[in-house]
């Protein structure tokens, strides 16, 4: 069975430094791979996505991810983090033979320092 | 163009009662998913319906049902609530499940609150 793993549960940065969240999946074939932000209290916005190609991938808000097979990791980055970043972000694998059932991790909250 | 919405936004049962929520998909989207988010941990995938049938099941109880309506609106119902049952329920919207797994839009949800 897939699984996903986001080993740290709070990060915490200063506004405008750079922010790297980490995601390792277990999967056992190539896995359609997403980033998800949700706000307090609120539903989940897809930041950005992975299903083939080129494994940097660009997504909403100034995220990126890179995809790296060989460590099974999907981290998201971002260069300079801005207060309205201040989340909580899911990384999640899609399975490819049955729709869009999606396994999520466990989250990371970002809290942003001024 | 409206996103996809779901009623009641917030519900408080008492444990042993009956539950009903409410999902509406995007416009055009044919495929809904029901995802139960405890506080504290990611979204678990409950559900998933297309055409009005079960694509998809999670490891959740029998307590737990859905169905999908041919406007492609769906309900998810839970009996014999129970306290643990107390979370944010997430409905997903897509266009049509299949291999390429497409985007999934989420709703606000519905925070239950079972006491």
């Known amino acids: 069975a897939q699984s996903v793993t986001q080993p740290d549960i709070h990060i915490t940065v200063s506004e405008g430094a750079s922010l790297e969240l980490r995601c390792n999946y277990s999967y056992g074939a190539t896995p359609y791979l997403f980033w998800y932000v949700q706000s307090p209290g609120q539903g989940l916005q897809l930041l950005l996505k992975?299903?083939?190609?080129?494994?940097l991938v660009q997504g909403i808000k100034g995220f990126e991810a890179e995809f790296k097979r060989s460590q099974s990791s999907f981290n998201l980055r971002k260069p300079s983090v801005h207060w309205s970043d201040a989340a909580e972000y899911f990384c999640?694998?899609?399975?490819?033979?049955?729709?869009?059932?999606?396994?999520f991790g466990g989250g990371t909250r970002v809290l942003v320092k001024p | 163009d409206a996103g996809v919405t779901q009623s009641p936004t917030h519900l408080i049962k008492t444990r042993g009662q009956h539950v009903t929520l409410r999902c509406s998909p995007i416009?055009?989207?044919?495929?809904v998913s029901w995802y139960q988010q405890v506080l504290g941990q990611g979204p678990q995938f409950i559900f998933q319906?297309?055409?009005?049938?079960?694509?998809g099941r999670g490891n959740f109880p029998d307590r737990f049902s859905a169905r999908q309506f041919p406007n492609y609106s769906s309900e998810l119902n839970v009996n014999a609530l129970l306290l643990g049952d107390s979370a944010l329920y997430l409905c997903a919207s897509i266009l049509r499940p299949g291999p390429q797994n497409t985007e999934a839009f989420f709703g606000q949800g519905t925070r239950l609150t079972v006491v």
């Open positions: 999640a694998v899609g399975e490819r033979a049955a729709g869009n059932k999606l396994t």
């Open positions: 992975y299903f083939s190609g080129d494994t």
């Open positions: 416009s055009g989207h044919k495929s």
């Open positions: 319906y297309y055409e009005k049938e079960e694509r």
